[in-house]
């Protein structure tokens, strides 16, 4: 059974740093790309960041750009979201995805998820 188990999320402060983890179990993926989405309360499932599979190649969402990285460790087989100087509006329920078929952004196009842990940003 495949499973994306993310850790890491909780409550910091405005411009105060966290990093997801997100452990895949039941087949390997370090040959495809694995990424990043966010949903916050009452909002659509939007893009955040993804990387490619030997990691090169890495694609951030406008809003997120210069403050977070992604990268991964093929021999965990796990992917990581380094967020930095998060913002209030960064509150939302992260979700690790694996293996696309399509474009990076459109959510319906990935294969895997995990379960989303919640990161809350106060001001």
């Known amino acids: 059974q495949v499973q994306l188990v993310e850790s890491g999320g909780g409550l910091v402060q405005a411009g105060g740093s966290l990093r997801l983890s997100c452990a895949a179990s039941?087949?390997?993926?370090?040959?495809?790309?694995m990424g990043w989405f966010r949903q916050a309360l009452g909002k659509e499932r939007e893009f955040v960041a993804a990387i490619g599979a030997r990691a090169n190649s890495t694609y951030y969402t406008n809003s997120v750009k210069g403050r977070f990285t992604i990268f991964r460790d093929n021999a965990k087989n796990t992917v990581y979201l380094q967020m930095n100087s998060l913002k209030p509006e960064d509150t939302a329920v992260y979700y690790c995805?694996?293996?696309?078929?399509?474009?990076?952004?459109?959510?319906?196009?990935?294969?895997?998820w995990g379960q989303g842990t919640q990161v809350t940003v106060s001001s």
């Open positions: 995805a694996a293996e696309t078929t399509g474009t990076l952004q459109d959510g319906t196009r990935w294969g895997y």
């Open positions: 039941g087949r390997t993926f370090s040959n495809t790309w």
